[in-house]
């Protein structure tokens, strides 16, 4: 009995950590996708949206880890941050894009907790309002990163908030679209 019992936690285990590392995987190939633009230190990027997909798919605890993965990675230097930015390990959490960075773990966190539903596929509305709460607290992250390096919160609102909003509609409806499809397939193997 304790075998077997042994045999199953370590079947589990494998799985769970393969997971978290291809979710930090996934937001690091996200974040080579970036379009700087203009009139703002922040890039537009795919991270958001990877984020997103990472916390829904994993769930909370395992796609807030994902994440912790991902920060650890591009805090020791490897190239898992977006290139257009020129700060480097953890001096990228200190500048114009940290907030952001620093907010993926609660996002993912917030995104899984919101989607769960034991024993039920999440629904569309559900798993819409998973996907805005997590964009939310990634803009909030953002938008207080900025508010505290500029000390003009309405001029880091323009910064970090305003050129983004666009692109957040269509990652909302990806995002849902991807995780009501997904979700329970992933989370039952996990």
Partial sequence: MERALAVSERSLTLPRVIAVILGAALVALAAQVAVPLPGTPVPMTLQPLAVLLVGGLLGPRLGATSMVVYLALGIAGLPVFTPTVPLV??????????????????????????????????????????????????????????????????????????????????????????LTKLTPAVRARL
Avoid at 117 to 143: C, E, Q, S, Y
Avoid at 146 to 165: E, K, M, N, Q, V
């Fill in 89 to 178: 390990g953890i001096a990228r959490l200190l500048g114009p894009t940290g907030g952001y960075l620093l907010a993926y773990p609660v996002a993912a966190f917030a995104t899984g907790w919101i989607t769960a539903d034991p024993g039920r596929k999440p629904g569309v509305g559900r798993t819409a309002l998973g996907v805005l709460a997590g964009l939310v607290l990634i803009h909030l992250g953002g938008l207080a990163q900025l508010a505290i390096l500029t000390g003009d919160l309405s001029g880091a609102a323009r910064l970090a908030t305003l050129p983004f909003l666009l692109g957040d509609l269509g990652q909302l409806a990806v995002a849902t679209a991807v």
